[in-house]
C-alpha cells in the first residue's frame, strides 16, 4: 500500500473511531433512566435490569469476535467495518423504539453481536500499515477512541435533558451510519483472498494460534488489564462521593474518567512511536509497571484532587498499554491469520470487561470500596511478572534472529 494511502486510512479511521465510540457511549449515562421511562420503576429491578442490559452488550461480542475475525480474513477487514457500521446504525436507531426491558436486552445483545468496528478498524490498519509505523498509528487510532469515550457520555447526557431519551439512540444511529459510509467511499484496502487450503474450525485457530508464543501469554495480559480497571469504573462514583461533600457527585464522577482518557488521548501517539523505536515489548513493560505503580496509591488517598492526580498519571501508563499489546499481536499472528488473531484477542478483552465490574461490585460489598485499587494494582504487577517472563525473552530472541538474519543476508 502507497505511503499516501495507509496515512489517509489511519486519519479517516481515526475520526470515525471517534464518532462511533461518541455515538456507542452516549447511552451510558441514562441507561437505568431510560429503563425507567420504560416502566421499570422498582429501584432494585432498575438496577437489576441495567447490570444485565450493560453485560449483555459484551456477552454477545466476546461469543461472535471469532467469527467475525474469521471472516475478515477471508473477505477483508473493510467488509467488517461495513459489517458492523451499518448494522449498529440500524440496531441502535430501534432501540430507540424499544418497548420494554425484554425488548432492550434483545436489542442490546443483538447490537453486541454484529458489533466490531474498532476492533475491525485496528485490524484493518495494523495490517495495512507498514511495520515500522504500527505502534504510532494504532497509539493514533486509539486516541480518536478514547477522544471519543470522552466526549460521548457528557453529549449524551446533555442531549438526553434537550431532546429525551428515544431521540438520543436515532443520533447515534445516524452517527453510525455516517461513519460506515465515510468508510464504504474514502477507505481503501488491498486485500488479497487466499483460500485456505485446510478448512477450519474456531477451536482448531485458536490452538494454532495459541501455540505461537507468546499469544497466549498476550491474551491473558489483556484479560487481566480489562478486569482490574473496567471493575473500577462503575464504582468511581461511589469513592467520589466518599471523598467530596460536594453535590455535584455525578459531575465530578464524570472529571475523575474524562482526565483519565485525556491523559490516555495524549500519550498515547507518543508512546506508540517509542514503541516503534525501542520495540513493543519495552513500551508494554514500563507502562503496565508505571500503571501498576500510580493504581495502588488511589487506595489510600485522602481528598478528591489526590485522587484525581493519580487517576491522571494512570491515563498516561494506559496510553502505552493497548497500543503496545495490538501491535504485538500484529507483529506475532501467524500469517493469513491475522484478523482471527484479534478475533480471540477481543474476546479475551469483552471477558475482562464483563467479568470485572461483577467481580469489583462482589469486592467491594465485602471489602470495601478502596480494596479494589489494591486489587487492581496487584493484577496489574502479576501483568508486569507475565510481560517480564514470558512476552519479553521471546521478543529479545525473535529480534535476536532477525538481526542473525538480515546481518547474513547483508
Same mark, same amino acid.
Given at each position: 500500500?502507497?505511503?499516501?494511502?495507509?496515512?489517509?486510512?489511519?486519519?479517516?479511521?481515526?475520526?470515525?473511531?471517534?464518532?462511533?465510540?461518541?455515538?456507542?457511549?452516549?447511552?451510558?449515562?441514562?441507561?437505568?433512566?431510560?429503563?425507567?421511562?420504560?416502566?421499570?420503576?422498582?429501584?432494585?429491578?432498575?438496577?437489576?435490569?441495567?447490570?444485565?442490559?450493560?453485560?449483555?452488550?459484551?456477552?454477545?461480542?466476546?461469543?461472535?469476535?471469532?467469527?467475525?475475525?474469521?471472516?475478515?480474513?477471508?473477505?477483508?477487514?473493510?467488509?467488517?467495518?461495513?459489517?458492523?457500521?451499518?448494522?449498529?446504525?440500524?440496531?441502535?436507531?430501534?432501540?430507540?423504539?424499544?418497548?420494554?426491558?425484554?425488548?432492550?436486552?434483545?436489542?442490546? *445483545?443483538?447490537?453486541?453481536?454484529?458489533?466490531?468496528?474498532?476492533?475491525?478498524?485496528?485490524?484493518?490498519?495494523?495490517?495495512?500499515?507498514?511495520?515500522?509505523? $504500527?505502534?504510532?498509528?494504532?497509539?493514533?487510532?486509539?486516541?480518536?477512541?478514547?477522544?471519543?469515550?470522552?466526549?460521548?457520555? *457528557?453529549?449524551?447526557?446533555?442531549?438526553?435533558?434537550?431532546?429525551?431519551?428515544?431521540?438520543?439512540?436515532?443520533?447515534?444511529?445516524?452517527?453510525?451510519?455516517?461513519?460506515?459510509?465515510? +468508510?464504504?467511499?474514502?477507505?481503501?484496502?488491498?486485500?488479497?483472498?487466499?483460500?485456505?487450503?485446510?478448512?477450519?474450525?474456531?477451536?482448531?485457530?485458536?490452538?494454532?494460534?495459541?501455540?505461537?508464543?507468546?499469544?497466549?501469554?498476550?491474551?491473558?495480559?489483556?484479560?487481566?488489564?480489562?478486569?482490574?480497571?473496567?471493575?473500577?469504573?462503575?464504582?468511581?462514583?461511589?469513592? $467520589?462521593?466518599?471523598?467530596?461533600?460536594?453535590?455535584?457527585?455525578?459531575?465530578?464522577?464524570?472529571?475523575?474518567?474524562? $482526565?483519565?482518557?485525556?491523559?490516555?488521548?495524549?500519550?498515547?501517539?507518543?508512546?506508540?512511536?517509542?514503541?516503534?523505536?525501542?520495540?513493543?515489548?519495552?513500551?508494554?513493560?514500563?507502562?503496565?509497571?508505571?500503571?501498576?505503580?500510580?493504581?495502588?496509591?488511589?487506595?489510600?488517598?485522602?481528598?478528591?484532587?489526590?485522587?484525581?492526580?493519580?487517576?491522571?498519571?494512570?491515563?498516561?501508563?494506559?496510553?502505552?498499554?493497548?497500543?503496545?499489546?495490538?501491535?504485538?499481536?500484529?507483529?506475532?499472528?501467524?500469517?493469513?491469520?491475522?484478523?482471527?488473531?484479534?478475533?480471540?484477542?477481543?474476546?479475551?478483552?469483552?471477558?475482562?470487561?464483563?467479568?470485572?465490574?461483577?467481580?469489583?461490585?462482589?469486592?467491594?460489598? +465485602?471489602?470495601?470500596?478502596?480494596?479494589?485499587?489494591?486489587?487492581?494494582?496487584?493484577?496489574?504487577?502479576?501483568?508486569?511478572?507475565?510481560?517480564?517472563?514470558? +512476552? +519479553?525473552?521471546?521478543?529479545?530472541?525473535?529480534?535476536?534472529?532477525?538481526?542473525?538474519?538480515?546481518?547474513?543476508?547483508?
Amino acid at each position: 500500500m502507497s505511503d499516501s494511502n495507509w496515512k489517509r486510512n489511519l486519519y479517516i479511521l481515526m475520526v470515525c473511531q471517534f464518532f462511533v465510540m461518541s455515538a456507542m457511549t452516549m447511552i451510558i449515562p441514562f441507561l437505568p433512566l431510560y429503563l425507567q421511562d420504560l416502566g421499570v420503576t422498582d429501584p432494585q429491578a432498575v438496577s437489576r435490569w441495567s447490570g444485565i442490559i450493560f453485560g449483555a452488550n459484551f456477552l454477545t461480542a466476546f461469543l461472535f469476535s471469532p467469527l467475525w475475525g474469521r471472516l475478515a480474513d477471508q473477505h477483508g477487514r473493510k467488509m467488517m467495518l461495513l459489517r458492523s457500521g451499518f448494522g449498529m446504525a440500524v440496531v441502535l436507531t430501534l432501540t430507540g423504539f424499544a418497548t420494554g426491558p425484554w425488548s432492550l436486552l434483545f436489542l442490546r *445483545l443483538l447490537n453486541g453481536m454484529i458489533s466490531g468496528f474498532i476492533p475491525a478498524a485496528i485490524a484493518l490498519i495494523s495490517m495495512s500499515t507498514p511495520k515500522k509505523h $504500527v505502534g504510532y498509528s494504532l497509539g493514533l487510532l486509539q486516541a480518536g477512541a478514547v477522544a471519543g469515550g470522552i466526549c460521548g457520555p *457528557l453529549l449524551g447526557g446533555v442531549m438526553a435533558d434537550v431532546m429525551g431519551f428515544r431521540m438520543i439512540f436515532y443520533v447515534t444511529g445516524f452517527s453510525i451510519l455516517i461513519a460506515g459510509l465515510v +468508510v464504504l467511499f474514502f477507505v481503501k484496502e488491498n486485500f488479497e483472498h487466499k483460500a485456505e487450503r485446510v478448512k477450519t474450525n474456531t477451536l482448531q485457530d485458536f490452538k494454532k494460534i495459541a501455540s505461537t508464543s507468546p499469544i497466549l501469554a498476550l491474551f491473558a495480559v489483556f484479560f487481566i488489564v480489562q478486569c482490574a480497571l473496567v471493575g473500577i469504573n462503575p464504582l468511581l462514583s461511589l469513592f $467520589v462521593q466518599e471523598l467530596t461533600p460536594s453535590q455535584n457527585i455525578a459531575f465530578f464522577a464524570g472529571l475523575a474518567m474524562s $482526565v483519565m482518557g485525556f491523559a490516555n488521548m495524549s500519550a498515547s501517539p507518543f508512546l506508540g512511536r517509542m514503541s516503534d523505536r525501542k520495540g513493543q515489548h519495552v513500551v508494554l513493560l514500563g507502562a503496565l509497571l508505571f500503571a501498576a505503580i500510580v493504581t495502588l496509591p488511589q487506595a489510600f488517598v485522602q481528598n478528591y484532587w489526590q485522587l484525581i492526580s493519580f487517576r491522571f498519571l494512570l491515563g498516561l501508563g494506559l496510553g502505552g498499554l493497548l497500543p503496545s499489546i495490538n501491535s504485538l499481536i500484529r507483529l506475532l499472528a501467524p500469517e493469513g491469520m491475522e484478523s482471527r488473531t484479534y478475533g480471540f484477542s477481543n474476546s479475551f478483552m469483552y471477558l475482562g470487561t464483563m467479568i470485572g465490574p461483577i467481580a469489583g461490585g462482589w469486592l467491594t460489598s +465485602v471489602a470495601g470500596i478502596r480494596s479494589l485499587f489494591i486489587v487492581s494494582s496487584l493484577l496489574l504487577f502479576i501483568n508486569v511478572l507475565i510481560v517480564k517472563y514470558r +512476552v +519479553v525473552p521471546e521478543m529479545k530472541k525473535r529480534m535476536k534472529k532477525k538481526h542473525a538474519l538480515e546481518k547474513t543476508a547483508g
